[in-house]
Structure formats: C-alpha cells, structure tokens
C-alpha cells in the first residue's frame, strides 16, 4: 500500500503515539559513568576542559558516588592519577594505589555500585604511553606482565569488571591467566577490543594527565580508516577470554558498533569520549546547541548503533533528564 492508504505521519501525531512506536527506548540501566582518583584529601581539581568533571581525592570522589548511585547509574568506571610516575608504572598495579583505594572505599561504603576498572600504564608511566618503552619503542610482550598485575592488583581490592584499554596484543588472555590464578574466575572482562588512535581523546589526556611525552599511539591502537581490523580484534579477544567488549570513540565509529553487534552477541559497550563531550559542553556554553537535546539525541544514535553499555561523561545529566522526562 502507499499514500494515501499508508501515511507514516499517523504515528507521529502525539508524543504517546510516538512513545508507542519509539524502536529505541535510551535508560540509565547502560550508563557507566567515568570518575578520576588523585591522592591526598579533601581534593577536588575541575578538569578546565571537560566542564562538570573533576580530579577527586578517595574522599571527595566516594560523596560523588553516592550521587551516581542515588541517580540510578548502576557502575562507574575508575582511572587513576599516581602520586609519582615511573618507566614501568609501578603505582598501576601497586596494593595501596589510588584505584585500588577508591574500589576499597566503595565495598567499605556498601554502595550499590558496580565499578570498572580501567588497566592500562599510560596514566602512571612517566612517558606516557601505555607499555614498557624500550630504545624509543613500545614494547608488547613485557607489557603484558604488568597489565595481568595490575588487573590482578583490581580483583583483590574487589573490582567486578577489568577494563584493559592498552591495545597490547594478547593481553586479555593475560589477564584472564592472571585472574583465573589468583581465585578470580568470576571477574569479568570488558576488552577494548577496537580502540583507534583518534583525535577525541584530548581533554581526557589533560584529566589523566596521560599525553605521550614522545612519537604518538598509532603503532598500537587502531587506524580510523579501518572497519573490517576492528571485527578481526573483536574475535582475538573474544577467544582469549573477553565477556564483553568496547568501540572507543562512539560518535564517530556508530558503523564499527552496528558491524560488531551484527557478527557477535555477547554485550557490547561504546565510550562517548572527552573530546565527544567537549564538543557539546562548549557549543552549549557558546548558546549554539541545547545540550540537553543534543547530548540525548547523541546517546540515543550510540544506543541504536548496538551499544547496550554506554560510558559517558553525561550520565549523571543524562539521568537527571531522563527521570524529568
């Protein structure tokens, strides 16, 4: 049939109509929403660039979890700021590091929080990438030793989901080696399995303080311009033992989720990034955009893609929006 027998407009006439016919309903039961751990007390240091989001001492960080938690957000996701940095990030996976500080004060709090950990050296190396650097080269196979440990360093001070975000080949069966060992068969894994070298990571470099101090990640993570790379690393991780996985960035890799949810059907995450966030934050500032509007619509778009998982800077926004309709 076609017009005027069919006219697709009669399910567009009124918003319970519309609510009706709606194919993807946005919640807050996907959000995960990322938090940045500092030592000291009584910190708070606004990040300049990501407007809203902070550096937080354990203290300060636990009263921001209670907000998350009293807004129906069911996890966070933890990056850690050390005290000092080193070649080989000995804080990453140290037993009093920041993270693993911030996990204990959460179970200490009996907060109904699932919380993420994200395993990677970047943030507490002193050169900035995510491996053992050796002669000016980013270095594979001795990386992965650290990464277990830090991983291991997680499940002990009672992480639910390791988060190995370094690009690294075969990590994630280092990990699960790792974490199987010391008791913890029970610890999921969220692999980011296709994770590119893109230029949406910027204000979260000035968060982690992270920025390569030399050269750039392209030897790691993966290029933009490719699609069918992205299903291959998807597989590799699965089969070393990954329960789900992640597309970092989102907004700009909506084809690489919809490609990835369509050839595999375990749970699958998509991080709208800093450089994402940004975007809409300063455009709204500038009275150019209602972030509202936009930052929903964004969400939505990454939640249609195949997304059931969505770590955003927004979600606490997001909640609020949501709960008021």
Known sequence: MSFPVTRPRRLRRT??????????????????????????KNVRNPIVSMPGVAQQSVDTFLEECREVEQLGI???????????????GTEAYAADGVVQRAIEAVRRAKLNLLVMTDVCLCEYTDHGHCG??????VKNDPTLELLAAEALSHARAGADII?????????????????????????????????????????????????????????????????REALREVELDLAEGADMIMVKPALAYLDIIQRVREAFSVPIGAYNVSGEYTMVKAASANGWIEEKRIALEILTAIHRAGASIILTYHAKDAARWLKNG
């Open 74 to 88: 069911p996890g966070i996701i933890l990056f850690g700021i050390p005290e000092k940095k080193d070649a080989t």
């Open 163 to 227: 988060a190995p975000s370094d690009m690294m080949d075969g990590r994630v069966g280092a990990i699960r080696k790792a974490l199987d060992g010391g008791g913890f068969q029970d610890i999921a894994i969220m692999s980011y399995a296709a994770k590119y070298c893109s230029g949406f990571y910027g204000p979260f470099r000035d968060a982690a303080d992270s920025a390569p101090q030399f050269g750039d990640r392209r030897g790691y993570q993966m290029d933009p311009a490719n699609a």
């Open 15 to 40: 918003e319970a109509i519309r609510s009706l016919a709606r194919e993807t309903r946005l919640s807050t039961h996907g959000f995960i929403y990322p938090m940045f751990v500092c030592p000291g």
């Open 132 to 137: 053992i650097v050796e002669n000016g080269e």
